[in-house]
């Protein structure tokens, strides 16, 4: 039997009657800390080089994502299984590949980026720069990817003036905020949240125009 087989039914008995009354009492809701604390865990497997430790936190990972897709299955009005999960990302992974999977010839790896961006834009409909932006992810990625998008969707944004030289200036300037603000008991994460809703609004406005 498949390894991924036998995963999906271990999974299925601890969720079943009988099983575990953990698992059985779990939310989407109450496994997003396990899955961000996975996601760390792997990061740091990652950046030390730890191929033990890389093949730990796949497995943990992968658990995360049959967990879900385990509570998914009870859901009454929309239900969906763990074959929906891999169907729909091996579809995805087809379609916005047409340069492997169809006849589009392409230049390299940048044109490639362009028709996934593309592909990816028609298939959610997106037409602002701040379309799916995960609005949930830490304030700074947050910040950056709406700098990102910005610059993407050719949106021309006023920002404030800097003074950084190279990345070791910029990691400096930004450990030595991040000591202002706790020196002066100023919560960082949320005035940094409050500049991102105001470059989504300043996004905004120069779509509107």
């Known amino acids: 039997m498949s390894e991924l087989l036998r995963l999906a039914e271990v999974m299925n008995k601890l969720r079943s009657p009988g099983g575990c009354p953990w698992d059985a009492e779990q939310t989407h809701q109450s496994l997003i800390k396990y899955l961000l604390e996975e996601s760390y865990e792997f990061i740091d497997a990652v950046e030390t080089n730890d191929r033990a430790g890389l093949q730990e936190e796949l497995g943990d990972l992968l658990l995360q994502v049959y967990f879900h897709a385990r509570i998914a299955e009870d859901d009454r009005e929309n239900p969906f299984t763990i074959e929906d999960v891999a169907r729909g990302i091996a579809d995805k992974l087809i379609n916005r590949h ?57 949106v021309e944004l006023e920002l404030p003036n800097s003074t950084v030289t190279d990345a070791d200036h910029a990691a400096d300037q930004i450990v030595a905020v991040a000591a202002w603000a706790n020196a002066n008991e100023i919560d960082l994460d949320s005035l940094l949240r409050q500049r991102a809703r105001a470059l989504m609004a300043q996004i905004q406005s120069v779509e509107a125009r």
């Open 98 to 154: 047409p340069q492997v999977f169809s006849d589009l010839q392409v230049s390299g790896v940048d044109e490639v980026i362009s028709n996934w961006e593309e592909i990816k834009a028609a298939e959610k409909g997106r037409t602002s720069a701040i379309d799916g932006v995960a609005l949930s992810q830490p304030s700074l990625t947050l910040i950056s990817k709406l700098l990102h998008r910005a610059d993407k969707y050719g």
